[in-house]
């Protein structure tokens, strides 16, 4: 991605410590890697120029020269940075069932929390000194893009506002979850938390195609891919036996339909 | 809650022009409702001083004595006094069926939407200038308030981890289904919205239940009290049809129990 192919001067091995020698797109991949690691644990209030200047081992006078806007203009660049990685995250191939699927995007997803930890938090909780108009604009890119993917695996041409709907907050919902995941010190582990927002993305579905002519072709079509020993097999056990002395919930007492009104 | 039912002197009806007789509170009162009303209608930026002070037919130096801390101080206390509101939504009597407590409670949260419309996405859609860490800690005492009222009324005394993140995500997947609605010009009627999120939440708790003991109980002594004509008998029964091609999650090839690892 760095177009640092096309040069076959580039190949020559530089001496390790030659800094001088990066590139200006290497040495601002550089600054930025070492931005975000310092945002990964503290808050963006608590990072100065200074501070990247010496993780990167430069001098502030040349963080400027990348950065002539200073810590904004970086926050922003490592925002962007972050943001590109965290969409590569959500690319899976469209085979199988519709809940490896979201469990393997979620370990990439968390991983990615995992990584980047009090960055996360402080973008998303708000309120940070570090947030404007334009870095709002890069998290909801994040999350058009994120919805934009899920209704591709759900196969639909054109989804309509229940389903859209749905994605949507099912997202919100996945950000909550990480935000209280890395406030309780990333407890529960990672596996379970996503595990059961694969259980929650399972219910929200099928409850949604209990009114959504569309969702309950997505979630007939999405059923009838999963396994019996998998995830949503296991997750329709442990329901049916929940559900199991509700069986007054199924029968209407007089009619055989709905009847509004009746209550 | 002014404290004016104390005094008899305030029965005495005021002249309808005479502003000056306003009470201290009264006046904070009015100045704030001014506010609010504006910032419903436009974002937190594109309100000033000037605007609330031609709003309440005061003059700017009035609307300095009360706030002297300017818009800043103003945007706060509307804040706090709009929270004050919302919270009073969330009180609901802990009897009858669960499903027609949510969708009580969501009824008077949709409402509180839909009046504070554009001052609602803005405080939470993030980026605002007005926001602050004191306007997020407002924002996050609401949601406390939200999860404290569900876990009540969900009778458990000390709720476990797994309940309190369900909860949690589920205030948000609240949020950005309101925010969504407000974005697409209030539609579908906030009463489809409701009941989808009354749906979502019964989901919800009914697939925690898979997986955790505590959300189990719970959601057995819930459904116990759901009607076969009320909300819940009637997404069990659209579910029923979803599912009843899905027989195949339900019987495990080989073994009775799950098999971890014979996928």
Redesign the interface.
């Known amino acids: 991605m760095n177009g640092s192919g096309t040069a076959p001067a580039a190949r020559t091995p530089a001496p390790r410590a030659a800094y001088r020698r990066l590139s200006v797109e290497e040495r601002r991949t550089q600054l930025i890697a070492a931005a975000l690691t310092l945002f990964a644990h503290r808050a963006p209030e608590e990072v100065s120029l200074d501070d990247v200047a010496a993780a990167a081992r430069v001098s502030r006078p040349l963080v400027y020269r990348y950065f002539p806007g200073g810590k904004p203009q970086l926050y922003e660049a490592a925002l962007r940075s972050a943001a590109d990685d965290l969409q590569l995250c959500f690319a899976e191939p469209r085979t199988g069932p519709l809940s490896e699927r979201l469990a393997a995007v979620l370990d990439r997803y968390l991983g990615f929390v995992d990584e980047h930890d009090a960055g996360f938090s402080a973008l998303l ?3 940070s000194v570090a ?3 334009r ?3 890069i ?1 909801d890119g994040v999350r058009r893009a994120a919805a934009g993917h899920i209704l591709t695996h759900l196969a639909v041409g054109s989804p309509g ?2 389903l ?2 749905m994605v ?10 990480s935000l ?1 995941w890395l406030d ?1 010190d990333k ?2 582990p990672a596996a379970e938390v996503r ?2 927002l694969v ?2 993305f ?3 579905l ?6 959504d002519g569309q969702a ?1 072709a997505v ?2 079509a999405a ?2 891919l ?5 995830t ?9 036996e ?2 199991t ?2 069986g ?6 007089a009619a055989e339909g ?2 509004p009104g ?2």
């Open positions: 909780q708000g309120g947030e404007t108009s870095t709002g604009a998290v506002p229940r859209r709907m949507r907050t099912w997202i919100a919902a996945v950000e909550a979850a209280i309780e407890l529960p595990d059961w259980d929650h399972v219910a929200l099928v409850a949604t195609a209990g009114s309950a979630a007939r059923l009838d999963e396994a019996a020993d998998g949503v097999g296991r997750l329709a056990r442990r329901v049916a929940v559900v002395d509700s007054h919930l199924l029968e209407l007492p709905d009847v009746a209550e």
